[in-house]
């Protein structure tokens, strides 16, 4: 009896997400290696979280530490077009130890040009090693979906101006939650 207790959400769940698939909202139409960057669009995004955390420091021994830690090595980015306005944003993250969680998360940034500078449009965290950045065809409020990590999908939403979650799509998640 138990077992059709949880084998009817289950099913349940296996055909929303089939009913998605076919749906074509996981249509990809760019994915970004975490491991990999564009030249160009890896230094803006270095020179604005370099910018962000010195700002953030103010002991000069920690300013120096971080300048002699924080390179451009630190920094994965690549530029994509989310909103079609013909302007690309820059899409990446920075790995190191100002800029990463204690589980290896840190901070997806999504850097929107305004004016001269750029804004971070993005308030998500995220664990790069676990999978690529996949810019999705789908779009919501003008702007393409995210998918990160294999399971969760980010979107854009005008009332904040950012990208936050959208759904996960983790499978095991639902039933820890169904079972405890």
Request: glycine share 4%.
């Amino acid at each position: 009896m138990l077992r059709k207790i949880y084998l009817i959400p289950l099913l349940i769940i296996f055909f929303i997400v089939l009913f998605i698939i076919i749906k074509g909202e996981f249509t990809p139409v760019f994915s970004f290696d975490t491991n990999s960057y564009e030249p160009e669009a890896r230094q803006i995004l270095y020179d604005y979280k370099y910018n962000e955390i010195s700002n953030f420091l103010s002991e000069k021994e920690y300013i120096e530490e971080f300048k002699r830690e924080f390179t451009s090595d630190c920094v994965h980015a690549f530029s994509y077009d989310l909103n079609d306005d013909g302007t690309k944003e820059i899409i990446g993250y920075a790995l190191s130890r100002h800029t990463i969680g204690s589980q290896g998360v840190t901070g997806l940034v999504i850097l929107q040009k305004t004016g001269n500078s750029y804004e971070d449009i993005s308030r998500t965290l995220f664990n790069p090693q676990m999978a690529d950045i996949v810019i999705l065809r789908n779009k919501t409020n003008g702007y393409n979906k995210i998918f990160l990590e294999n399971k969760y999908v980010i979107k854009y939403e005008n009332k904040v101006k950012h990208y936050k979650w959208a759904y996960t799509l983790d499978m095991i998640k639902y039933i820890r939650a169904h079972l405890s």
